[in-house]
């Protein structure tokens, strides 16, 4: 991928992400395990939420395409597969789905590539073993043997990290087990588990840090699936960060468990608009209007980057602009993501010729870029795509080359054309 943007002057761009990955990936398990079913508009049709897709048909779910990002999912329960499911790159598929097969009493082996193998989860299997899963793991990693079988107990349970997976997955399990399910929160993770939940017919309460769950069943329901904030994250800090410059991303979730990255930009001097906000299946939806300005550098703390926790490579294209230097602490799970987030988005930096520190919780960055460079993305989408954009700062005549980015693929099917649709040029070599 050789990447050598810009951003038209004058004018507003107006430009539409693909769907949410979380909230495809829930819909489409949660229809699955639902009395009656429903319909999915705008689902994610990316690699991950694709490795869910087929890792339910897979465990006897009907899901029917009915066309551009339409699904009927026929609910009705799921039984134990005759073969391993393979959950590809996918954290948030791996982890949602051992919590609710564990509570359905599904034996499944749980699967994925080499990047997933390596990701903790001891996270999940801790919490799932004490409600009674009996799950083995592969040194905390995967694959996952879920043996299946017996009813799972309700539990109360403070997470040790803030984790919409780890939440999610005790939550699924709940949903099944007996008794009462509450989940405790130190710091805010996104809710969408729980507005889904509340949507298809559970007896949820949640709000202030603690989730309570009854067991039952979902009645089901239709669930439209907003735009992904966390994709459009790249091309708001690409506009916030070219003064002048106008973008609005249409139809996109604003959720405020996970909107941290445009309060983060907004720190940082970008002029953001929300427009024709709305509520769309239970979740926050809007316009966003940005108008690129000159932006300062930004201390961001573990509060900030639990609510942005996908956007932090994001952010830097916006830092790497900004006048003074930006500090990230308490940013250790990103150490736990497709690659180690830290360490990939510090080599890159520095091969642009950036300032940067490296520490165990984040870094520190200031200046622009100096030169093109030959990027290693770690198989990572988000650092791909973060640096593909970074490449509008380079001076003039330089590009950036960045390899490995198939997994491009997992989160953004067609980032290189919707870049060109706002005149960002991104060649495939
Ligand atoms: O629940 C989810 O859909 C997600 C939660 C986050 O992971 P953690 O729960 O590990 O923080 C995030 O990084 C991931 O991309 C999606
Ligand atoms: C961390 C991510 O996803 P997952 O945990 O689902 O692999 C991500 O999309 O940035």
Not at 140 to 157: E, K, N, S
Not at 262 to 284: D, H, K, S, T, W
Request: proline share 5%; hydrophobic share 40%; with cysteine.
């Amino acid at each position: 991928m050789d990447a050598a943007p810009f951003l038209p002057e004058g004018g507003e761009p107006v430009l539409s992400v693909p769907g949410d990955k979380s909230i495809s990936h829930r819909a489409l398990m949660f229809l699955a395990v639902s009395a009656a079913g429903g319909r999915i508009d705008g689902l994610l049709e990316s690699a991950d939420c694709l490795a869910t897709l087929q890792a339910l048909r897979t465990l006897g779910a009907e899901i029917r395409a009915l066309g551009h990002g339409a699904y009927q999912v026929s609910g009705g329960g799921l039984r134990n597969p005759s073969t391993p499911l393979d959950l590809g790159n996918s954290g948030t598929g791996l982890r949602l789905l051992a919590g609710l097969l564990a509570g359905q009493g599904i034996a499944a082996v749980l699967d994925g590539d080499a990047s997933l193998r390596g990701r903790p989860m001891g996270r999940i299997v801790t919490p799932l073993r004490t409600m009674g899963a009996v799950i083995e793991d592969s040194e905390g990693c995967p694959p996952l043997r879920l043996h299946g079988g017996g009813r799972l107990q309700g539990i109360d349970y403070t997470l040790p990290v803030a984790s919409a997976q780890v939440k999610s997955a005790i939550l699924l399990a709940g949903l099944n087990a007996d008794g009462d399910t509450v989940v405790r929160e130190q710091a805010p993770s996104r809710d969408h588990t729980e507005r889904m939940l509340a949507g298809l017919g559970a007896d949820i309460e949640f709000g202030e840090g603690r989730v309570r769950l009854r067991p039952g069943a979902l009645r089901g329901g239709d669930v439209a699936v907003p735009g992904d904030l966390s994709s459009a994250a790249f091309f708001l800090a690409a506009a916030a960060a070219s003064p002048g410059r106008r973008l609005c991303l249409r139809a996109v979730g604003i959720n405020p468990s996970r909107d941290g990255i445009l309060r983060l930009l907004r720190r940082m001097g970008a002029a953001i608009r929300l427009e024709n906000e709305r509520l769309a299946g239970g979740e926050p939806v809007a316009d966003i209007h940005v108008l690129g300005s000159r932006l300062s550098g930004i201390q961001v703390g573990a509060e900030d980057v639990a609510l942005a926790i996908d956007e932090i490579p994001a952010l830097m294209i916006a830092a790497t602009a900004a006048q003074g230097e930006t500090v990230i602490r308490g940013a250790e799970e990103l150490r736990v993501k497709e690659s180690d987030r830290i360490t990939a988005l510090c080599e890159g930096l520095q091969g642009l010729g950036c300032a940067v520190e490296e520490w165990p919780d984040g870094l520190r960055l200031s200046g622009p870029p100096r030169h093109g460079a030959r990027i290693d993305s770690h198989g990572d989408h988000r650092i791909a795509m973060s640096f593909a954009l970074l490449a509008g700062q380079l001076p003039d005549g330089q590009s950036i080359i960045i390899e490995d980015v198939d997994n491009v693929s997992t989160s953004f099917p067609n980032f290189v054309e919707k870049a060109d649709q706002i005149g960002v040029r991104i060649k495939e070599l």
